[in-house]
């Protein structure tokens, strides 16, 4: 059974930082691709980030890049998103997922975490 637990959002003023964390358990995950999805109200879910958990590549939401890093601790199964110069528009629930790298589709979902940015 594939867990995905997130951890660190909350509140913060614009141009801040948060990091979130994200717990995989239940599997050998090297074959697998992890991203980070959000939702903002009224708004449909949408890709933020995704690394490949073997070979470390990236991929990034356009408005996001050069201010949010994802990267992968494989020995302790967890994936970070450290977000930076954070905009009122960043603000959403935050979802981790996995996928088997070969997959169209994330299978494995977290329960969310919110981040809200203040102006």
């Known amino acids: 059974q594939v867990q995905l637990v997130e951890s660190g959002g909350g509140l913060v003023q614009a141009g801040g930082s948060l990091r979130l964390s994200c717990a995989a358990s239940g599997r050998t995950f090297s074959s697998y691709a992890m991203g980070w999805f959000r939702q903002a109200p009224g708004k449909e879910r949408e890709f933020v980030a995704a690394?490949?958990?073997?070979?470390?590549?990236?991929y990034y939401l356009d408005s996001v890049k050069g201010r949010f890093t994802i990267s992968s601790d494989n020995a302790k199964n967890t994936v970070i998103l450290q977000m930076n110069s954070l905009k009122p528009e960043d603000t959403a629930v935050y979802y981790c997922a996995a996928k088997i790298y070969s997959s169209s589709e994330y299978s494995y979902w977290g329960q969310g975490t919110q981040v809200t940015v203040s102006s």
């Open positions: 690394i490949t958990w073997s070979a470390g590549r990236t």
